[in-house]
């Protein structure tokens, strides 16, 4: 542009020197210069020229150093950013070793070095490394101090997988007493404490989590009923009068939930309450099936496993082929000392699906009962199960199909 305007402001010159070429004294005694105007302008716009393109050399100069140091940055920072995009890629793909090396490598110029960290933490871990993990964490916390809850949380799900349990409850319980407004934490801290079974401090934070509402209603409510149960099961007497408080102490509603009814009644058939127990089960069966209930009904042994058994029978007439009934009645028969009728009764509980469970069942009631061969041949048939489809898909099969051997042998 400046030379385009050097060239125009010359053609202008020529112009007008061709018109009227002028003059321009320069005088100083004893010397006098006389040169024509056009020739004048066009010395005094070279030297200008040579004046504007020295000062902008030496301002290069000058400046040299800082404009060498920001292509430096940008390229660093350039090198970083691929050197993120593969790193990652090689976490992805499990190349512990080499992820940990490349995210790493340009740490100190990359635009996300939290990122970088907990990659080459998680990397570390995997191979082995658990020094190498902390030290990266430590570097994430003091890079990115901003985001020192996230760095907490990875550092908690590290511990846990790498089986540091009581660590990772540790920092999540500092996050907890920090007020950390994170689902995620909380979440995990409940997790945590009910993969530790430590249902008294569960207990005591359910309020405050029930109070932030970061959680699902019904994650919170599935651990209460956990709480609940331990509290009912808890073998802190031999009257059960601990149970008996627990259980007054619950609502009319919560007194209807069937996991908490059956933890209960475990615990008064714990006691020898198997009277109370019998008659909890029985309002509650009769007033919404269950059958976990059911097969637990099958577990109480009262002085008269008659009365027991009319019940069941009376459930069988709307339910004739429900494995757990059948099961539940098979054991009040063999407690009755009716073994006949027990035999019997399993035999048509697995024939109509009980699957593997209902094998296992059976061999356990067959060994009680003093069959201990075909008891081995229904925990052999159960254990064949293991891996196979579930009881709900399970095909049916003829009467003459199941169990050959103990069916054809109850004689």
């Not at 989590?209 to 409510?221: K, S, V």
């Not at 802190?236 to 009644?265: E, F, H, M, Q, T």
């Not at 009904?297 to 082929?321: D, F, H, N, S």
């Amino acid at each position: 542009m400046l030379l385009l305007a050097v060239v125009v402001l010359a053609v202008l010159l020529v112009q007008a020197s061709m018109e009227d070429p002028g003059y321009v004294l320069i005088s100083r005694a004893p010397h006098e210069v006389e040169i024509s105007l056009s020739l004048f302008l066009l010395v005094l716009l070279v030297i200008v020229v040579f004046i504007y393109f020295g000062v902008r050399l030496i301002i290069r100069v000058f400046y040299a150093p800082r404009d060498i140091g920001r292509w430096h940055g940008r390229r660093n920072a350039l090198l970083a950013r691929q050197a993120t995009l593969d790193g990652y890629a090689r976490l992805i793909e499990g190349d512990w070793e080499a992820a940990e090396k490349i995210l790493t490598r340009r740490l100190s110029y990359s635009a996300t070095p939290l990122l970088d960290c907990l990659g080459a933490a998680y990397a570390a871990q995997r191979h082995g490394n658990t020094e190498a993990r902390d030290d990266y964490l430590t570097r994430a916390r003091a890079l990115d101090p901003d985001h020192s809850e996230a760095i907490e949380l990875t550092r908690a799900r590290l511990l846990e997988q790498s089986g540091q349990t009581d660590e990772a409850r540790g920092v999540l319980e500092h996050l907890h007493e920090q007020g950390a407004d994170s689902g995620a934490a909380q979440g995990m801290l409940v997790s945590l404490l009910r993969l530790q079974q430590d249902w008294r401090a569960l207990e005591e934070i359910l309020p405050q989590l029930r109070r932030n509402a970061l959680l699902p209603a019904a994650e919170l409510e599935t651990a209460w009923r956990d709480v609940q149960c331990q509290r009912l099961s808890e073998d802190s007497d031999r009257d059960g009068a601990n149970a008996n408080r627990v259980w007054s102490s619950l609502s009319r509603r919560d007194r209807k939930d069937p996991l908490l009814i059956g933890a209960y009644c475990r615990r008064l058939m714990d006691t020898g309450d198997m009277a109370q127990a019998e008659k909890l089960l029985c309002k509650t069966i009769g007033r919404r099936w269950d059958g976990e209930l059911v097969r637990l009904y099958g577990l109480i042994q009262t002085e008269q496993p008659g009365g027991q058994i009319r019940v069941a029978e009376g459930w069988a007439k709307t339910r004739p082929e429900d494995p757990d009934l059948l099961i539940t009645l098979a054991r009040l028969y063999l407690h009755a000392g009716n073994r006949d009728r027990a035999r019997a009764l399993l035999v048509e509980a697995a024939r109509h699906g009980g699957g593997r469970e209902s094998y296992m069942e059976l061999g356990l009631l067959l060994e009680a009962a003093g069959d201990g061969d075909k008891a081995l041949q229904c925990y052999r048939r159960g254990l064949e199960r293991l891996d196979s489809q579930p009881a709900a898909s399970m095909p049916e099969v003829s009467r003459g199909e199941l169990l050959p051997p103990v069916s054809e042998q109850m004689d």
